[in-house]
Protein backbone atom coordinates (compact mmCIF):
# COMPACT_ATOMS: atom_id res chain seq x y z
CA UNK A 1 0.00 0.00 0.00
CA UNK A 2 1.52 3.34 -0.76
CA UNK A 3 1.73 5.40 1.76
CA UNK A 4 -0.26 8.35 0.95
CA UNK A 5 -2.59 7.91 -1.93
CA UNK A 6 -5.13 10.41 -3.91
CA UNK A 7 -7.12 10.10 -7.04
CA UNK A 8 -5.20 11.72 -9.22
CA UNK A 9 -8.56 13.19 -11.13
CA UNK A 10 -9.04 15.48 -13.07
CA UNK A 11 -11.71 16.80 -11.10
CA UNK A 12 -13.98 18.85 -13.74
CA UNK A 13 -15.99 21.43 -11.98
CA UNK A 14 -18.61 24.15 -12.64
CA UNK A 15 -17.05 27.64 -11.13
CA UNK A 16 -18.94 28.44 -8.02
CA UNK A 17 -19.74 24.26 -7.11
CA UNK A 18 -18.39 22.73 -4.00
CA UNK A 19 -15.72 20.16 -4.82
CA UNK A 20 -14.42 17.70 -2.14
CA UNK A 21 -11.18 15.38 -2.24
CA UNK A 22 -9.37 12.70 0.01
CA UNK A 23 -5.87 11.79 0.85
CA UNK A 24 -5.12 7.97 2.48
CA UNK A 25 -2.25 7.76 4.47
CA UNK A 26 -0.62 4.42 5.88
CA UNK A 27 0.90 5.03 8.76
CA UNK A 28 -1.07 5.23 11.65
CA UNK A 29 2.19 7.12 13.49
CA UNK A 30 1.66 9.89 11.21
CA UNK A 31 2.24 13.20 13.09
CA UNK A 32 0.92 15.92 11.43
CA UNK A 33 -1.07 16.89 8.17
CA UNK A 34 -0.96 19.63 5.42
CA UNK A 35 -2.49 20.35 1.98
CA UNK A 36 -0.50 22.02 -1.08
CA UNK A 37 -1.01 23.35 -3.90
CA UNK A 38 0.89 23.14 -7.33
CA UNK A 39 0.06 25.19 -9.94
CA UNK A 40 1.09 23.70 -13.76
CA UNK A 41 4.58 24.04 -14.13
CA UNK A 42 5.18 25.77 -11.24
CA UNK A 43 6.31 24.83 -7.78
CA UNK A 44 4.15 23.51 -5.02
CA UNK A 45 3.03 26.02 -2.09
CA UNK A 46 1.59 25.27 1.25
CA UNK A 47 -2.23 26.16 1.28
CA UNK A 48 -3.11 25.14 4.89
CA UNK A 49 -2.06 22.44 7.80
CA UNK A 50 -4.21 20.28 8.65
CA UNK A 51 -5.68 19.94 12.33
CA UNK A 52 -7.00 17.25 14.46
CA UNK A 53 -10.15 19.32 15.27
CA UNK A 54 -10.11 20.56 11.38
CA UNK A 55 -9.83 23.67 10.17
CA UNK A 56 -11.19 26.49 7.66
CA UNK A 57 -9.38 28.72 5.92
CA UNK A 58 -11.52 31.31 3.84
CA UNK A 59 -13.49 29.09 0.95
CA UNK A 60 -11.07 26.27 1.94
CA UNK A 61 -11.70 23.82 4.91
CA UNK A 62 -9.36 20.77 5.93
CA UNK A 63 -10.41 17.48 8.29
CA UNK A 64 -8.85 15.06 9.34
CA UNK A 65 -9.80 11.41 10.32
CA UNK A 66 -7.12 9.54 12.31
CA UNK A 67 -9.56 5.85 13.14
CA UNK A 68 -9.77 6.09 8.79
CA UNK A 69 -6.29 7.20 8.53
CA UNK A 70 -7.71 10.04 5.86
CA UNK A 71 -7.76 14.02 5.60
CA UNK A 72 -10.00 15.95 3.17
CA UNK A 73 -10.46 19.90 1.27
CA UNK A 74 -13.26 21.13 0.93
CA UNK A 75 -13.52 23.55 -1.67
CA UNK A 76 -16.64 25.97 -1.41
CA UNK A 77 -17.73 28.77 -4.38
CA UNK A 78 -15.00 27.23 -6.33
CA UNK A 79 -13.01 29.82 -8.72
CA UNK A 80 -11.36 29.62 -12.10
CA UNK A 81 -8.07 30.27 -9.66
CA UNK A 82 -8.44 27.37 -7.66
CA UNK A 83 -7.52 25.14 -10.94
CA UNK A 84 -4.28 23.52 -9.80
CA UNK A 85 -2.90 20.01 -8.44
CA UNK A 86 -3.15 19.56 -4.65
CA UNK A 87 -0.63 17.64 -2.67
CA UNK A 88 -1.75 15.66 0.08
CA UNK A 89 1.34 15.90 2.36
CA UNK A 90 2.10 13.58 5.46
CA UNK A 91 5.01 13.85 8.06
CA UNK A 92 6.16 10.91 9.13
CA UNK A 93 8.83 12.52 11.60
CA UNK A 94 8.98 12.12 15.47
CA UNK A 95 9.67 15.66 15.86
CA UNK A 96 7.73 17.73 13.91
CA UNK A 97 9.81 19.53 11.13
CA UNK A 98 10.14 19.27 7.32
CA UNK A 99 12.33 16.51 7.37
CA UNK A 100 9.71 13.35 7.27
CA UNK A 101 7.18 14.85 4.45
CA UNK A 102 5.84 12.38 1.94
CA UNK A 103 3.85 14.01 -0.85
CA UNK A 104 0.99 12.31 -2.54
CA UNK A 105 0.64 12.41 -6.19
CA UNK A 106 -1.72 15.10 -6.37
CA UNK A 107 -5.43 15.45 -7.31
CA UNK A 108 -5.79 17.48 -10.35
CA UNK A 109 -8.70 20.32 -9.85
CA UNK A 110 -9.95 21.73 -13.54
CA UNK A 111 -12.47 24.82 -12.29
CA UNK A 112 -14.63 25.10 -15.48
CA UNK A 113 -16.33 28.78 -16.64
CA UNK B 1 12.97 38.92 -4.07
CA UNK B 2 13.13 35.21 -4.34
CA UNK B 3 12.95 33.58 -0.69
CA UNK B 4 15.00 30.14 -3.16
CA UNK B 5 16.50 30.55 -6.35
CA UNK B 6 17.70 27.90 -8.09
CA UNK B 7 19.89 27.62 -11.63
CA UNK B 8 19.58 26.95 -14.15
CA UNK B 9 15.59 26.93 -15.23
CA UNK B 10 16.06 24.84 -17.97
CA UNK B 11 19.09 22.68 -18.89
CA UNK B 12 19.22 20.34 -21.97
CA UNK B 13 21.99 17.88 -21.69
CA UNK B 14 23.25 14.39 -23.49
CA UNK B 15 23.62 11.12 -21.73
CA UNK B 16 26.79 10.63 -19.65
CA UNK B 17 27.58 14.05 -19.28
CA UNK B 18 28.04 15.81 -15.79
CA UNK B 19 25.86 18.64 -14.42
CA UNK B 20 25.18 20.79 -11.70
CA UNK B 21 22.06 22.54 -10.35
CA UNK B 22 22.89 25.80 -7.74
CA UNK B 23 20.18 26.57 -5.05
CA UNK B 24 19.98 29.67 -2.75
CA UNK B 25 18.00 30.52 0.11
CA UNK B 26 17.57 33.94 1.73
CA UNK B 27 14.86 33.16 4.13
CA UNK B 28 18.25 32.25 7.09
CA UNK B 29 16.89 28.67 7.29
CA UNK B 30 18.53 25.88 8.30
CA UNK B 31 17.30 22.53 6.40
CA UNK B 32 17.82 22.77 2.62
CA UNK B 33 16.82 19.61 0.52
CA UNK B 34 16.44 18.41 -3.02
CA UNK B 35 13.12 16.98 -4.30
CA UNK B 36 12.72 15.48 -8.11
CA UNK B 37 9.52 15.51 -9.54
CA UNK B 38 9.16 13.27 -12.53
CA UNK B 39 7.22 12.79 -15.33
CA UNK B 40 4.09 11.30 -13.53
CA UNK B 41 3.99 14.44 -11.02
CA UNK B 42 5.21 12.48 -8.18
CA UNK B 43 7.56 14.74 -5.97
CA UNK B 44 9.83 12.68 -4.02
CA UNK B 45 12.83 13.95 -1.81
CA UNK B 46 16.64 13.03 -2.51
CA UNK B 47 18.45 14.74 0.12
CA UNK B 48 17.65 17.36 2.88
CA UNK B 49 21.14 19.10 4.20
CA UNK B 50 20.94 20.97 8.70
CA UNK B 51 23.66 23.13 9.02
CA UNK B 52 25.72 21.33 6.67
CA UNK B 53 25.26 17.88 7.69
CA UNK B 54 23.03 15.24 5.62
CA UNK B 55 20.19 14.31 7.54
CA UNK B 56 18.59 12.58 4.53
CA UNK B 57 19.80 10.35 1.88
CA UNK B 58 16.94 8.55 0.06
CA UNK B 59 17.64 5.47 -2.01
CA UNK B 60 19.35 7.94 -4.81
CA UNK B 61 22.22 6.93 -7.13
CA UNK B 62 25.45 7.81 -5.77
CA UNK B 63 25.73 9.71 -9.15
CA UNK B 64 23.68 12.13 -7.52
CA UNK B 65 26.04 14.38 -5.01
CA UNK B 66 24.54 17.04 -2.95
CA UNK B 67 27.09 19.93 -2.07
CA UNK B 68 26.71 22.60 0.69
CA UNK B 69 28.93 25.65 0.82
CA UNK B 70 27.16 27.31 3.42
CA UNK B 71 23.82 26.90 5.04
CA UNK B 72 21.96 28.78 2.58
CA UNK B 73 23.05 26.88 -0.33
CA UNK B 74 22.42 23.57 -1.55
CA UNK B 75 23.88 22.64 -5.10
CA UNK B 76 23.38 19.20 -6.79
CA UNK B 77 25.94 17.55 -8.99
CA UNK B 78 25.24 14.71 -10.92
CA UNK B 79 27.53 12.94 -12.75
CA UNK B 80 27.23 10.49 -16.08
CA UNK B 81 23.23 11.35 -16.64
CA UNK B 82 20.85 8.79 -17.61
CA UNK B 83 17.63 9.22 -19.81
CA UNK B 84 15.87 8.58 -16.28
CA UNK B 85 17.21 11.97 -15.18
CA UNK B 86 15.01 13.68 -17.36
CA UNK B 87 13.09 15.39 -14.26
CA UNK B 88 12.20 19.07 -12.24
CA UNK B 89 14.36 19.29 -9.43
CA UNK B 90 13.40 21.56 -6.93
CA UNK B 91 15.39 23.06 -4.47
CA UNK B 92 13.71 23.87 -1.34
CA UNK B 93 13.80 25.00 2.88
CA UNK B 94 12.45 24.99 6.13
CA UNK B 95 12.74 26.19 9.27
CA UNK B 96 14.58 24.38 12.12
CA UNK B 97 13.79 20.56 12.43
CA UNK B 98 11.56 20.27 15.11
CA UNK B 99 9.23 22.95 14.62
CA UNK B 100 5.68 22.27 13.82
CA UNK B 101 4.51 23.96 10.45
CA UNK B 102 6.43 21.41 8.20
CA UNK B 103 6.29 24.03 5.53
CA UNK B 104 8.71 23.89 2.80
CA UNK B 105 9.36 27.17 0.76
CA UNK B 106 10.34 25.76 -2.84
CA UNK B 107 12.35 27.49 -5.89
CA UNK B 108 10.93 27.41 -9.49
CA UNK B 109 12.36 24.35 -9.85
CA UNK B 110 15.47 23.30 -12.86
CA UNK B 111 13.58 21.26 -15.77
CA UNK B 112 16.54 18.45 -16.62
CA UNK B 113 16.13 17.24 -20.29
CA UNK B 114 18.96 13.80 -20.74
CA UNK B 115 18.72 13.38 -24.46
Known amino acids: RKEVEQDPGPFNVPEGATVAFNCTYS??????FFWYRQDCRKEPKLLMSVYSSGNEDGRFTAQLNRASQYISLLIRDSKLSDSATYLCVVNLGSGGGADGLTFGKGTHLIIQP | DTAVSQTPKYLVTQMGNDKSIKCEQNLGHDTMYWYKQDSKKFLKIMFSYNNKELIINETVPNRFSPKSPDKAHLNLHINSLELGDSAVYFCASSQDRGHDTGELFFGEGSRLTVL
Open chain 1, 27 to 32: NSASQS
